[in-house]
């Protein structure tokens, strides 16, 4: 199993950036997928989900309105669009599977946002 993050980088607040999670090694397309983030000092936190189809969402009340995850089960690829990005949504971004209300893969190694002017 492999997860690959990558589209992090750094942007002033107001900004845009668009994450992807290249996935391997395991049925994608049967998995719920996840965003979690992680700031430093603190717990890593669940930021939006998608179903198998990409028909059902949700999304962290800290990032509603501004995130959108969303799917290609042909690339095997996880997206998460970030608008509207504030320091607080600086951080370590990861993607992971998702059942019953927990991560279910091995971690990747992230990509980095860091939001500041």
């Known amino acids: 199993v492999q997860l690959v993050e990558s589209g992090g980088g750094l942007v002033q607040p107001g900004g845009s950036l668009r994450l992807s999670c290249a996935a391997s090694g395991f049925t994608f397309s049967s998995s719920d997928m996840s965003w979690y983030r992680q700031a430093p000092g603190r717990e890593r936190e669940l930021v939006a989900i998608i179903s198998i189809t990409g028909g059902s969402t949700h999304y962290a009340e800290s990032v509603k309105g501004r995130f959108t995850i969303s799917r290609a089960n042909a690339k095997n690829t996880v997206y998460l669009q970030m608008n509207s990005l504030n320091p607080e949504d600086t951080a370590v971004y990861y993607c992971?599977?998702?059942?019953?209300?927990?991560?279910?893969?091995?971690w990747g190694l992230g990509t980095q946002v860091t939001v500041s002017s």
């Open positions: 992971n599977g998702y059942l019953n209300g927990r991560f279910t893969l091995p």
